[in-house]
């Protein structure tokens, strides 16, 4: 009967790890098959071991790439859990008026697909054809291109902040609704004040969720891809073919068929990816202890 009982739980749970096995586990199993070898037009494919490896960790592209996404990381992710914070506090305050629009406003644009959001930001910014353009012409000015090469990471940033701000918002939103209003009662009645409540009270209880949109943040940043791919299109000289690794990996796949040193390009950054977002939540829960 034992037996029984403990093959019923497998049977629960064998649905999800025959997906999680399929559509997880097999393609990074794939990839670091396939980084262990290399392809040539004359010798066919070969079995090189770390050769791959060495030749990304020694690749200036590939750290060019890495280089970038971490100055966007440091800098937009930030900028975009503050103002998510913020914007949770001011609604939850409950002295915003209207905070039900200024809720599903702000939190609309991460409906918008990220293909979509990223040429509607890309014609606005166009100094040939879009906003920036006529803004030029109407005030007789000349502003600087936000696709242009020192610019262009800062317009992604924009443009991320835009689409994410607003996602986050509603996971800090959420565990703010949960405190108990009990404890904002009795701090009233101590003769707490806001700012007071907010310190005490809202950011303690917002220490986990503000970890979960950090990690979610971070791997995101990580993974930049869809927006440097079709702002391509728009500023082929100021994206490179190397931008982020992600992209990297796609036109060394796509464009190189270098099946093999993009797949160890995919295997190298989504350690480091694990790496870095382990590091941020060992921090965080030493922190906390």
Known sequence: MVTRRSWIGWQFVA?????????????????????LYRTKLIGGTSFVGAQNYTKALHDPQFWS???RVSLFLIVQVPIMLLLALLIALAIDSGRLYGAAF??????????????VATLMWGFMYGSQFGLIRNLNEWFGVTLPDPLAPNLVLAAIGNITTWEFVGYNM?????????VDPSLYEAAAIDGAGQFRIIRAIKLPALRGPLLITTMFSIIGSFQ???????????????ILTYFTPNYY????????????????????????????AYLVQARAVRKAV
């Open 65 to 67: 790439a890495v280089g």
């Open 249 to 276: 990996a796609w036109q060394l796949s796509v464009g190189g068929q270098q099946f093999n040193y993009s797949a160890t390009v995919a295997v190298v950054m989504g350690l480091l990816t694990m790496l870095v």
């Open 224 to 238: 930049l891809f869809t927006e440097p791919v079709v702002l391509r299109t728009i500023a082929p000289n100021a």
């Open 102 to 115: 200024f809720r599903i406003s702000i939190f609309l644009p991460y409906a918008v697909p990220a293909v």
């Open 15 to 35: 649905p999800f790890l025959a997906v999680f096995a399929l559509v997880f586990l097999a393609p990074i199993a794939y990839s670091a098959y396939l980084s």
């Open 170 to 178: 509603i996971i800090l939103y959420a565990a703010l609704r949960v």
